[in-house]
């Protein structure tokens, strides 16, 4: 999987290696292939929509199928947002990077234990949505208890899969929604929330 070019990404890039000096680099890699979203992945996410469900009331969680890749100024906006974040590892800035190159097509694999409905929607099932106007009027008609949709990127580690980024975004107005770049840490197994910072708002 190639990278995709321009001189926002190379600005990322070279964030991420001056981020390098904060560890990352030593020991085995036990990161998962590329190419698939693996069992770890959907773990973090789940957690990720855990975090959206506690803080916006969500009671359905509609996702949208496709994760979100990461074109020139989305990235720009990611590499803002993770410098707050206290110089997480480079390896996991990049295998980011990496992860979200190219969208991918989420499957019905999140943790059991969320407790709460999950409905991924393609692109077709949103548009039938908005097909006669009022979008989100559908939307909380088809999906009561729901908030907006969800969009995810996918995760990226650190070599020794202890650390993870990920991006949510929540659109559930025309004009309201936000994107979040956020941190998680494995403790005891379970991926626990560490920072959260702003990528975009509308």
């Given amino acids: 999987m190639s990278l995709p070019r321009g001189p926002r990404l190379l600005l990322a890039l070279a964030?991420?290696?001056?981020?390098?000096?904060?560890?990352?680099?030593?020991?085995?890699?036990?990161?998962?292939?590329?190419?698939?979203?693996?069992?770890?992945?959907?773990?973090?996410?789940?957690?990720?929509?855990?975090?959206?469900?506690?803080?916006?009331g969500a009671q359905v969680l509609v996702v949208e199928r496709a994760t979100v890749a990461c074109v020139d100024y989305t990235c720009e906006s990611y590499a803002q947002a993770v410098g707050p974040f206290g110089?997480?590892?480079?390896?996991?800035?990049?295998?980011?990077?990496?992860?979200?190159?190219?969208?991918?097509?989420?499957?019905?694999?999140?943790?059991?234990?969320?407790?709460?409905?999950?409905?991924?929607?393609?692109?077709?099932?949103?548009?039938?949505?908005?097909?006669?106007?009022?979008?989100?009027?559908?939307?909380?008609?088809?999906?009561?208890?729901?908030?907006?949709?969800?969009m995810l990127g996918r995760v990226g580690f650190n070599r020794s899969m202890d650390l993870a980024l990920v991006s949510i975004g929540n659109q559930y107005a025309g004009l309201g929604g936000y994107g979040l770049l956020q941190l998680y840490r494995k403790i005891d197994g379970v991926w626990v929330l560490q920072a959260s910072r702003p990528t975009w708002i509308s």
């Fill in 15 to 56: 964030l991420a290696a001056a981020l390098g000096a904060c560890g990352g680099a030593d020991g085995p890699d036990l990161r998962p292939p590329l190419e698939a979203v693996a069992d770890e992945e959907y773990a973090v996410l789940s957690a990720a929509l855990m975090e959206h469900a506690s803080r916006d």
């Fill in 87 to 150: 110089a997480p590892p480079a390896d996991a800035f990049e295998d980011f990077l990496a992860r979200n190159a190219a969208s991918a097509t989420l499957a019905e694999r999140f943790a059991p234990h969320m407790g709460l409905p999950v409905v991924l929607l393609g692109r077709d099932e949103l548009a039938q949505l908005g097909g006669h106007g009022d979008f989100f009027g559908h939307l909380a008609e088809a999906y009561p208890g729901s908030h907006g949709v969800l």
